[in-house]
């Protein structure tokens, strides 16, 4: 008698087994992957485990696969992976709702697995500083997505209690986005307490801060992907199938043009056809 995976007897199927992922290989998944209802959930802890993930994520519309890329000899995951839906509204459901919620004490990131954040990222990044404690990951992306496409949002926690530390930095796919949480954010208060908001400085610089007019210039400059253009030729049959009929003419094609139609009497001062 086989044995169902917790869910499994609930209308959908059980997900896989770390075994069964690791040994299918990754090139072959990618590929058959429907890229535009896959999401990319990172931050993942290590006591998580496809089924985990399969039983939070099912929540938000039906599964068709579960990825965590996992040491070959280890067996370990690390520390991200991919869920693919069955349709790309539902992906777009999960990262409204799902980014950010804490899952074994760590916030997770979920974005969609097809934009490269790496090449996203332009340096549009903020330091927010004076937060109070009870803001976390969650509540810093939620306050400042309404500027721009956030590419992560994190707030620095103590690594032995995990208590905020007071502060937490952002990033802007854009210098647009960035410069206007910038102006509409710094010196508001967030839960009860002005919050300063700044450009970051860089990593491995001496006091020099992101934004500066090369980086701008570079992000200004860079190649900008081509839309992709979906043809609906299904849609476009059946429209033409439930396409009124033209409407009938009421001229013979022998007419010339200019006469009116046989039964019909002519306009005043049109002599009578012969």
Not at 41 to 63: A, F, R, S, T
Request: some cysteine.
């Amino acid at each position: 008698q086989a044995i169902l995976a917790p869910g499994a007897g609930r209308g959908r199927p059980p997900p896989p087994s770390p075994r069964m992922a690791a040994s299918t290989p990754a090139i072959t998944q990618i590929y058959e992957r429907n890229q535009e209802a896959t999401i990319y959930v990172g931050n993942l802890d290590p006591k998580i485990d496809e089924e985990v993930l399969w039983e939070l994520m099912v929540q938000c519309g039906p599964v068709a696969n579960i990825h965590l890329p996992r040491d070959k000899i280890t067996m370990t995951h690390q520390g991200y992976g991919f869920v693919e839906f069955k349709n790309e509204d539902d992906a777009d459901y999960t990262i409204k709702i799902m980014n950010m919620i804490r899952l074994f004490g760590k916030p997770i990131r979920c974005n969609k697995s097809s934009q490269d954040k790496k090449s996203n990222e332009v340096g549009a990044n903020l330091f927010v500083g004076n937060l109070e404690p009870e803001v976390d990951e969650k509540m810093l992306y939620d306050t400042f997505s309404s500027f721009g496409v956030l590419l992560f949002a994190k707030v620095m926690r103590d690594p032995d209690t995990g208590e905020s530390r007071g502060f937490g930095f952002i990033s802007y796919d854009t210098f647009e986005a960035s410069d206007a949480a910038l102006a509409g954010m710094n010196g508001q208060f967030l839960c009860n307490r002005p919050i300063s908001v700044s450009y970051a400085y860089k990593k491995e610089t001496k006091g020099e801060r992101h934004g500066t007019a090369a980086e701008r210039l570079i992000a200004a400059n860079a190649p900008v992907p081509a839309p992709v253009t979906v043809a609906a030729p299904a849609m476009a049959a059946k429209k033409e199938e439930n396409a009124p009929p033209p409407a009938p003419t009421l001229r013979p094609p022998s007419l010339p043009p200019g006469m009116p139609p046989p039964g019909m009497s002519p306009p005043p001062g049109m002599p009578p056809p012969k």
